[in-house]
């Protein structure tokens, strides 16, 4: 059976940096938990992570680009390329299904398993299953609203949340 569990979306705007993700795990057609805490802050605070996937996946991931944020005094490009460097050659962590989302008040970067680091053009990422739905939605607060980063995280989310089964209105939203 496949676990579809996650919507994680982060957001950049007006000078603000923000990421949400909702609470829903589901294990086929069934929700098993509604309040999954999905974001976490990183590096004193100053750093916020979004994961998608396999929990022990993302869990195991967080660990490394946590040692590797200490390891570059909270580079979040450096630790992202270094931790994608390494998700690609070792054995162990090449056979890890997660996806991660990294932010601080100067970066937004996508760090996936095929050792990916994006840079989003236009300050939005979002990843997991309700993830295009709520891309969607925060591309075009940003572009036609007035409303902040964090409005825009939490409102996309309540969006995807109404589109797709796989994402619940149970949101947290953390700003750095």
């Known amino acids: 059976m496949k676990i579809r569990s996650t919507t994680i979306l982060a ?3 007006q000078g603000r940096a923000a990421i ?59 630790a992202a390329t270094e931790l994608a460097k390494e998700w690609r050659t070792d054995r162990a962590l090449r ?9 601080d008040k100067d970066h937004l970067l996508l760090v996936s398993g095929t050792g990916d680091v994006i840079q989003p053009a236009d300050g939005v990422l979002a990843i997991g299953s309700g993830g295009p739905y709520a891309l969607s939605a925060a591309r075009a607060l940003v572009q036609h609203s007035p409303l ?11 969006i995807a949340g109404e589109i797709c089964i796989y994402t619940n209105k149970s949101i947290t939203v953390t700003e750095v």
């Open 95 to 103: 056979r890890l299904e997660a996806m991660m989302i990294a932010l």
């Open 11 to 13: 957001v950049r705007h």
């Open 148 to 158: 902040d980063a964090a409005s825009i995280v939490r409102k996309s989310l309540e």
């Open 20 to 78: 949400g993700g909702d609470g829903q795990v589901t294990l086929g057609q069934i929700v098993m938990k509604n309040d999954a805490q999905k974001i976490r802050k990183l590096y004193d605070g100053r750093v916020a992570v979004g994961f998608a996937g396999s929990a022990a996946d993302a869990f195991a991931l967080l660990e490394r680009f946590e040692a590797k944020l200490r390891d570059y005094q909270g580079s979040i490009p450096k």
